[in-house]
């Protein structure tokens, strides 16, 4: 297996592996929010000892691996719906399918969050 495949399945199963930049990181920790669930940006950014919020959204913005990584997943910090390359009615369908409620644009984090 090359490097690339190799790192790419890394991402794919939401592992960490030492050499990611910090996008691949990011893609990583995404792959591991289950179905029916979210983190927020900060989440992400917090995991990796940063507070670069927006640079999180930057990176899922250039996910190439969707929908294996599902950056759709990830909402604001008050549980708003932010941010979708497919835009924001196609993240809320993709979420109530997963079972996540979705009142006035927003999730409920204390039910969804992981």
Request: glycine share 10%; with cysteine.
């Amino acid at each position: 297996m090359s490097k690339t495949n190799n790192l790419e399945a890394q991402i794919k199963a939401g592992r960490l592996a030492a050499g990611m930049s910090f996008n691949e990181k990011v893609w990583a920790l995404t792959a591991q929010i289950p179905a029916g669930k979210v983190k927020t940006y900060g989440d992400i950014a917090r995991k990796l000892n940063t507070r670069a919020y927006r640079a999180v959204g930057n990176a899922l913005n250039r996910n190439p691996y969707a929908p294996v990584v599902p950056c759709h997943r990830v909402v604001g910090s008050t549980g708003e719906l932010t941010g979708f390359a497919h835009g924001l009615p196609a993240k809320r369908r993709m979420l109530e399918a997963e079972g996540v409620s979705v009142t006035k644009g927003r999730v409920d984090l204390s039910r969804h969050r992981v």
